[in-house]
């Protein structure tokens, strides 16, 4: 089972992308889902987490743009990005976790976010 990311795409400086991520077939309760981000020559960075709870963290760098959100009967998870910038320019993957004890990891595919001046 993979997550499969979508939503991801070109836009200029201060426009809006929402990206969406689900899982291609039954997976185990999740616990934290997150988004990561990676961009050229860089390693992948944490962009923001959401518990089942819907408690949230995000990166410094994406505070106040950016919105993390999930649906967990679709097991589903989204980033709302606001007044993107250039340096949001990076590929987005989606990340899931279950519960202890199982503590599988799931990973997307990712998608490409691309953000000009």
């Known amino acids: 089972v993979q997550l499969q990311a979508s939503g991801g795409g070109s836009v200029e400086v201060g426009g809006s992308l929402r990206l969406s991520c689900a899982p291609s077939?039954?997976?185990?309760?999740?616990?934290?889902m997150a988004w990561y981000r990676q961009a050229p020559g860089k390693q992948r960075e944490l962009v923001a987490t959401?518990?089942?709870?819907?408690?949230?963290t995000y990166a410094d760098s994406v505070k106040g743009r950016f919105t993390i959100s999930r649906d967990n009967a679709k097991d589903r998870v989204y980033l709302q990005m606001n007044s993107l910038k250039p340096e949001d320019t990076a590929v987005y993957y989606c990340?899931?976790?279950?519960?202890?004890?199982?503590?599988?990891?799931?990973w997307g595919k990712g998608t490409q976010v691309t953000v000009s001046s």
């Open positions: 959401i518990t089942r709870a819907a408690i949230t």
């Open positions: 990340n899931a976790n279950t519960y202890p004890p199982r503590d599988m990891t799931y």
């Open positions: 077939g039954s997976v185990f309760p999740l616990n934290v």
